[in-house]
């Protein structure tokens, strides 16, 4: 994909989320996400937090958390969502499905990725439907071994394989699974030996 293609995907993904969380209850909003420690409202600020964070926000809260992203973002979501209402965080969402954000060193595909992998952290606990299957093959033609890195996983001696998808992850025995759960495992959200998904950190 050409990188307009891939913000057209990524503003695709955007408006398709905010279509299934205009529809969540509150006890919906409130249920587990797969990242551990957040529910649906958390994963959300997180989602829309590089809409309303400038950059020297963003420095400055990452020196407060000793330069952890991780422990940043968790600061950062619990914050958020303890001072915005879920219509707010949507509304954020909804005000930005062609934001032009993108992470540092992440490009395009990046930003694809971050709204794919979070959207799937609401959407997998809730039974909801998942991306279309190229657009997360997309985000997995993306990633190279430093995403795999970022996420502990180890994928020796096994290469998975899409079956709904012309694409597949790491070198060795084939493992075949739908794209979706491809994906799921190599951002440590599902084991192979698991029968589901599990909760990941951000």
């Known amino acids: 994909m050409s990188t307009s293609e891939i913000f057209e995907e990524t503003c695709a993904e955007r408006a398709r989320l905010l279509a ?41 809260g990452l020196a407060r958390a000793r330069f952890s992203f991780d422990r940043y973002a968790d600061r950062a979501a619990r914050a958020d969502t303890a001072r915005m209402t879920d219509d707010e965080l949507l509304g954020q969402l909804r005000d930005n499905i062609r934001h032009g ?29 998942a991306p279309p299957a190229e657009r997360i093959a ?15 996983v180890r994928l020796d001696g096994t ?21 979706k759960d491809v994906l799921l495992v190599v951002t440590g959200r599902r084991a192979l030996t698991d029968r589901g998904p599990r909760r990941a950190s951000a």
């Open 101 to 129: 954000w993108r992470p540092p060193g992440g490009g395009e595909v990046g930003a694809l990725s971050h709204d794919v992998i979070h959207g799937l952290d609401i959407t997998e606990p809730l039974g909801l439907p």
């Open 138 to 152: 997309a985000v997995l033609r993306g990633a190279g071994p430093r995403n795999l890195d970022y996420f502990g």
């Open 20 to 60: 299934l969380l205009e529809r969540l209850t509150p006890e919906q909003w409130g249920s587990p996400s797969l990242c551990a420690g957040w529910r649906v409202r958390e994963v959300v600020a997180h989602m829309t937090m590089p809409f309303r964070t400038t950059p020297l926000r963003l420095v400055a």
């Open 159 to 179: 290469r998975l394989v899409a079956t709904d998808a012309d694409v597949s992850i790491g070198d060795g025995s084939p493992v075949r699974m739908p794209v």
